[in-house]
């Protein structure tokens, strides 16, 4: 039951390369999110959402551009990858406060070579 | 920066043996959350309990939290295989209700 769906679910880029990294949630949930899970870091939370056209910068933002033009959609662009990039990428959403339970995705593992 | 930090790193149990996991974080919370990711997919909410609040149980699975000592554990009862995952604690805190992670304990059950 696909309820958030992440697209690629594998991406190999370059170093300079432009890679954006897809997200689509169909429960209209307000908020949106994109972790980026690390050996050693556990998850870090990179750009998020509280609704179309409103977003924000989480601990780690730097290299990376979101959109958000409809609730349910939440892209994740790296401009141009570097290999500190190199990671795997998760989006989640949830109603937003009173309900912050977090519906996550199947994760983007994103290597940069 | 992290705000929970789970404790331990690695767990390894037999079937049928208990297993618990701490969370300790560092500044007053709204609410702490449990989740378990099995290798290579997303993570799974388990459980979500808020700062006025003590315990909270779900099947085999009992979360305690301890404001004054700023920590809180996870405890799953008679462990299965199917339990092997690593297991994260999330709190939210201050006027923010957005979830932070901590590295997570890895759970090894074996049969």
Sequence with gaps: ?113 | SQQGEEDPQALSIQEGENATMNCSYKTSINNLQWYRQNSGRGLVHLILIRSNEREKHSGRLRVTLDTSKKSSSLLITASRAADTASYFCATASGGSYIPTFGRGTSLIVHP
Excluded at chain 1, 37 to 56: E, F, K, N, P, V
Excluded at chain 1, 82 to 96: E, I, K, L, P
């Design chain 1, 1 to 113: 039951d696909a309820g958030i769906t992440q697209s690629p679910r594998y991406k190999i880029t370059e170093t300079g390369r432009q890679v954006t990294l897809m997200c689509h949630q169909t429960w209209s949930h307000s908020y949106m999110f994109w972790y980026r899970q690390d050996l050693g870091h556990g998850l870090r939370l990179i750009y998020y959402s509280a609704a179309a056209d409103i977003t924000d910068k989480g601990e780690v933002p730097d290299g990376y551009v979101v959109s958000r033009s409809k609730t349910e959609n939440f892209p994740l662009t790296l401009e141009s990858a570097t290999r500190s990039q190199t990671s795997v990428y998760f989006c989640a959403s949830n109603a937003g406060t009173g309900d912050e339970k977090l519906f996550f995705g199947s994760g983007t593992q994103l290597s940069v070579l």
